[in-house]
C-alpha cells in the first residue's frame, strides 16, 4: 500500500490541467503507469487513488449486499465522477469539469496526501474546511485513536 505524504499548492490551467508537485510525484514508485482513479471525495474535494487502491476498494463494494437499498445507495455515491486519470509526460493531470464543478476548483488548488489518498481541493473550500479545527484537537485525538490498543488486543 502506498504511503503518500505532503501539502502542496498548485495551479489548474484553462485546460483543466494539473501539474503534480515534484516531491509528491517521487512518491509514485510507479504507480503511475497503472495509472490513477478520481472520484468525489466526501467532503467537497476530489480523491486520488492509485490504480491498485481503487482495485481494492471496488473489490470491498463487491462483498456488499446488492439487494439492500442503502448499498445501492452508497455505491452509486462513492462511483459518481470516478475517471481514470493517467499522467502525462510533462507530469500533469487532467481534472474532468464535472468533478471541478463538484469541487469549486477553478484555478488555485491544495493537493493533500495522506495514507493511500491524494485529496485534491480548491484553496477557498480547503480553507473553509481546515478552520473549522477542533477547539481541543487532544480530545478529539483521544476519541478517534485512543481506544487502539484495546482494539488490537
Do not use: H
Not at 505532503?6 to 497503472?34: H, T, V, W
Not at 442503502?70 to 475517471?83: L, P, T, V
Request: aromatic share 12%; with cysteine; net charge negative.
Amino acid at each position: 500500500m502506498p504511503q503518500f505524504l505532503g501539502e502542496y499548492d498548485c495551479k489548474m490551467d484553462a485546460k483543466g490541467r494539473m501539474k503534480l508537485p515534484s516531491n509528491l510525484i517521487k512518491q509514485f514508485d510507479g504507480l503511475e503507469k497503472d495509472g490513477f482513479v478520481m472520484n468525489c471525495g466526501f467532503e467537497p474535494c476530489l480523491v486520488l487513488y492509485p490504480k491498485s487502491e481503487w482495485d481494492t476498494i471496488t473489490a470491498d463494494l463487491e462483498k456488499l449486499n446488492s439487494y439492500e437499498p442503502k448499498n445501492r445507495r452508497f455505491i452509486r455515491y462513492f462511483f459518481r465522477g470516478a475517471s481514470k486519470i493517467n499522467v502525462d509526460s510533462t507530469e500533469r493531470i487532467l481534472i474532468p469539469k464535472k468533478l471541478q464543478e463538484y469541487a469549486k476548483i477553478t484555478k488555485d488548488i491544495i493537493v493533500f496526501a495522506y495514507l493511500n489518498k491524494i485529496e485534491i481541493w480548491s484553496v477557498q473550500q480547503y480553507n473553509d474546511f481546515i478552520g473549522e479545527e477542533p477547539e481541543d484537537f487532544s480530545s478529539l485525538a483521544m476519541q478517534v485513536m485512543g481506544n487502539k490498543e484495546s482494539e488490537n488486543n
